[in-house]
């Protein structure tokens, strides 16, 4: 699976509440966010399966995932307002 489908499906999982906007809207910066997420989630469950368990790493890509979260949520509503999505 590509980095952009993964990104979509794991965000549309993350945040169901926005799953079916994020499965129809199109925005090159939309997709940059889906292909980071990727990455970020694949990495964070890397790290949480590492024996010792290496907690601020942890940490880190728990929070990097959270903010492309809230990224990903300010460009829906960006693109929402500018009536360039689906409503």
Known sequence: MSLLRSGRARLALALPRHRELLHHVKSRELDDLFEAYAVAAETLER???????????IVEYLDLCLDIQADVLALLEKLKAAGTGPT
């Open 47 to 57: 790290r949480r399966r590492e024996i010792p368990h290496r907690n601020e790493r």
